[in-house]
């Protein structure tokens, strides 16, 4: 079983900037997508941005600002977070997603607080 473990996540005012960390316990083959997800309080999850096909692919709400990224060599993903908003406070999660639904794996998630 392969384990997602992401990091990077804490408190941060308002414009400021994060960097979360997504890490797979080994090395993962026939990936369909790779994406980051999140959910506030009392919100459904949501996608936030995703790698498929080669593409990226970002909600309206972060676009310009989130930027999604991976380093196969390292097994890893990262999501750079720029210009943040109190909307964006969330736990977000990593979700790697093999082809024909051989596997779909989550990250346990790292709190985000965008906060003055």
């Known amino acids: 079983q392969v384990q997602l473990v992401e990091s990077g996540g804490g408190l941060v005012q308002p414009g400021g900037s994060l960097r979360l960390s997504c890490a797979a316990s080994?090395?993962?083959?026939?990936?369909?997508?790779m994406g980051w997800y999140r959910q506030a309080p009392g919100k459904q999850r949501e996608l936030v941005a995703m790698i498929i096909g080669g593409s990226t692919n970002y909600a309206d709400s972060v676009k310009g600002r989130f930027i999604i990224s991976r380093d196969s060599a390292k097994n890893s993903m990262y999501l750079q977070m720029n210009s943040l908003k109190p909307e964006d406070t969330a736990v977000y999660y990593c979700n790697w997603k093999g082809l024909f639904a051989r596997y779909d794996y989550w990250g346990q998630g790292t709190q985000v607080t965008v906060s003055s």
């Open positions: 080994r090395s993962i083959s026939s990936i369909y997508s």
